[in-house]
């Protein structure tokens, strides 16, 4: 199986590397649309790259990568196209179908192990050493490879031969080179062979080495770099690339199958169910390897990690060099790498100076004095850091204080402005905070007189920044005060919303209830409730008829009580009339004998008075002590009306203590005398 990716075929690849008049070079715009990116621009940035001969299936397995990022495995037997996959590729033996090298826009964004988001970028290579790319050309795409890579894979049909070693090597060489003239680390990182089609038994598939995610198994790679029987020279580059790279394995990979081995540019089309289960097993855990927070290889230079943003900035120095075709040029190298470097850390530098800046809101009279010694700070800081070109280095020293003082004069205007701002943002909060009124159609008359008011100390005050700048302030301005008179419109039509059902259920809940019993007016407040939520809803956004209607139920319940206790006072009075007239009623008919009048008192005496002391759960005697004062005539009536009331209700003749409560009244007369005599 072979293939690469195809060129135009899907917008989440971008060709970031293209051939003019024979030289390679960047295209620096669709570089900074990836490594740019809002999302990543400022996070730490790992890249995967896969290299290596024409026709291996590089392409496809970035795609089987991006299947298992997405899904999480591989193994199921679906019948779904595999091909219709980021990277575009086909089938065949000798026919080339892109140059170049290709990026997937979108990232895997993925924690590390220090609890930072990383964006973890994959890039596919074009082919290497076909039968018409020369020997040059191969090597420039791969150095450009391991240049941007943070985990260089380097993709092989059966084995590690010596000439796969040699291709290697010169890089290597190249990397010591660097090394050895400025004392600096190795430009290139993690290093990684993988074999394809692996048949030989005596290495079982996996990885080669012993990782934290993998079994022990005999080691190939080792015994590929061991020295016996191999020349000196062959030694020699054994030996090179054990110092280059700190982090080198090998992973051994089955064929994918038969079905897939054997399509063609004509008919190219499978599914995953005809990729071998074996290959898709081993390919899962060689995915899931590079996925690991613990397996994370950040980019860095002289053994710092850079950001997308720094990693572009090394491109556009690249570009240059890689333009001349002088990528493998040491010299080249090593000028356009501290050039780099020291944009990034003039970059780094003003964006520390203007974030210290902004922390500290000090007045304007302090702030010239906090900048010249936040500056002072930083190129004190810039000075530290070593560069080999004293000339790149002084005119670094002029730029960063340039942009230093750039960054001062913008921070301020913008306070200068903010004072202006909040001035007669206040003044406009200061009319609405004394604003008095439920009137629509007033509030939004005042607005606009504070508002124009408002508009016009902003016009005849200063105009930092200039022109321009003061009419962009002045629309800020602007639109912050109609979202506060927005914010305060809600709110007075929450308000009206709120007194209109209010004042509708409260006078609904009060008609035709003084003697309605607790069951039934009940019933008709929470049917009132749900004819208030209709309303309320109909007249409101969903948000804020939620907060009107919390208020509505806490409210209604308040008046519900009210009209409860009123209810029952109305009951309980009604009653107490009742015995009155019922205990005239007794004692006439107990004189007359009169059968209808007992009747009559009984009768009343049961409708009214029980009904009102059965429904309350207060005694009769704090009732009639608090409806009647001590008088003899009022005395005779209340105690007429206890003992018809012992009569006709004996249930309830037990809330009753008739000796206390008229002794009760009798205490109540006498103080009262007492009251009259002292004044």
Request: net charge neutral.
């Amino acid at each position: 199986m072979s293939g690469q990716a195809q060129e135009g075929s899907s917008q989440d690849v971008v060709k970031i590397v293209k051939e003019e008049n024979g030289c390679f070079k960047f295209d620096l715009e669709a570089l900074k649309s990836v490594l740019l990116q809002k999302i990543v621009a400022d996070l730490p940035v790992a890249i995967y790259s896969i290299a290596g001969t024409f026709r291996k299936g590089k392409s496809f397995l970035l795609n089987l990568f991006v299947r298992y990022w997405e899904t999480g495995e591989l193994c199921n037997d679906i019948q779904e196209d595999v091909v219709n996959g980021p990277f575009r590729f086909q089938g065949g033996v000798l026919k080339k179908c892109t140059k170049g090298i290709f990026i997937l826009k979108k990232p895997m964004m993925i924690t590390s192990k220090t609890h930072r988001k990383v964006a973890v970028f994959l890039m596919d290579t074009q082919g290497l050493f076909d039968h018409s790319t020369s020997q040059k050309v191969s090597s420039l795409i791969l150095g450009i490879s391991f240049l941007l890579s943070s985990y260089q894979i380097y993709n092989l049909s059966s084995g590690i031969d010596s000439q796969n070693l040699e291709t290697i090597y010169k890089f290597a060489e190249f990397a010591k080179s660097v090394k050895d003239i400025n004392t600096l680390s190795s430009p290139f990182q993690a290093f990684m062979f993988l074999i394809r089609d692996w048949k030989n038994l005596e290495y079982p598939y996996g990885f080669t080495k012993q990782t934290e995610t993998s079994e022990a198994h005999s080691d190939y790679l080792e015994d590929v770099l061991e020295y016996k029987g191999c020349s000196e020279e062959h030694k020699d580059i054994r030996q090179l690339l054990r110092e280059t790279f700190s982090n080198m394995s090998c992973f051994l990979l089955p064929s994918p199958g038969e079905v897939v081995e054997t399509l063609t540019s004509r008919d190219f089309s499978c599914s995953l169910h005809d990729v071998s289960l074996p290959f898709r097993q081993q390919a899962s855990q060689f995915f899931q390897y590079l996925c690991d927070e613990e397996n994370i290889v950040l980019k860095k230079f002289e053994n710092e990690e850079v950001t997308c943003r720094q990693l572009y900035n090394y491109a556009v120095h690249y570009d240059f060099i890689l333009a001349k075709g002088l990528v493998t040029s040491v010299d080249s190298f090593v000028k356009a790498k501290e050039r780099a470097q020291v944009d990034n850390r003039i970059h780094k530098l003003v964006c520390e100076y203007r974030h210290e800046m902004d922390l500290f809101p000090v007045e304007i009279l302090w702030l010239e004095h906090t900048h010249f010694l936040k500056m002072h700070k930083y190129l004190s800081k810039y000075e530290d850091y070593p560069c080999s070109d004293k000339a790149l280095k002084r005119k670094g020293y002029l730029r960063i204080e340039l942009l230093i003082q750039q960054q001062f004069k913008e921070i301020k205007t913008k306070r200068e402005m903010d004072l202006i701002t909040e001035k007669c943002f206040k003044f406009y909060e200061d009319k609405l905070l004394h604003w008095e009124g439920i009137d629509p159609e007033r509030f939004k008359n005042d607005h606009m007189t504070w508002k124009k008011e408002c508009m016009q100390i902003f016009a005849i005050s200063e105009k930092p920044g200039g022109k321009d700048y003061h009419m962009k302030e002045r629309k800020k301005l602007e639109t912050k005060i109609n979202q506060l008179f927005q914010r305060n419109k809600i709110r007075l039509d929450m308000e009206l919303v709120f007194k209109e059902v209010l004042e509708e259920y409260t006078a609904r809940l009060k008609t035709k209830s003084y003697l309605n019993l607790d069951t039934v007016l009940r019933t008709k407040h929470r049917k009132l409730i749900w004819e208030i939520l209709e309303k309320i809803e109909g007249k409101l956004p969903p948000g804020e008829s939620i907060q009107v209607f919390e208020k509505v139920l806490i409210e209604t319940e308040i008046v519900y009580d009210d009209v409860k206790k009123r209810n029952l006072k109305w009951r309980i009075g009604a009653g107490i009339i009742g015995t009155i007239f019922g205990s005239g009623a007794l004692a006439l008919s107990s004189i007359l004998l009169s059968p209808l009048g007992l009747f009559l008192s009984e009768a009343t005496l049961a409708s009214l008075v029980y009904g009102g002391v059965e429904g309350s759960g207060t005694s009769v005697k704090d009732i009639l002590t608090a409806l009647f004062g001590p008088s003899n005539f009022k005395m005779s009536l209340v105690r007429a009306g206890l003992l018809s009331l012992k009569i006709a209700l004996p249930n309830a003749a037990a809330l009753m203590d008739e000796e206390v409560f008229l002794s009760a009244m009798a205490e109540q007369e006498c103080n009262k005398d007492q009251k009259d005599n002292v004044l």
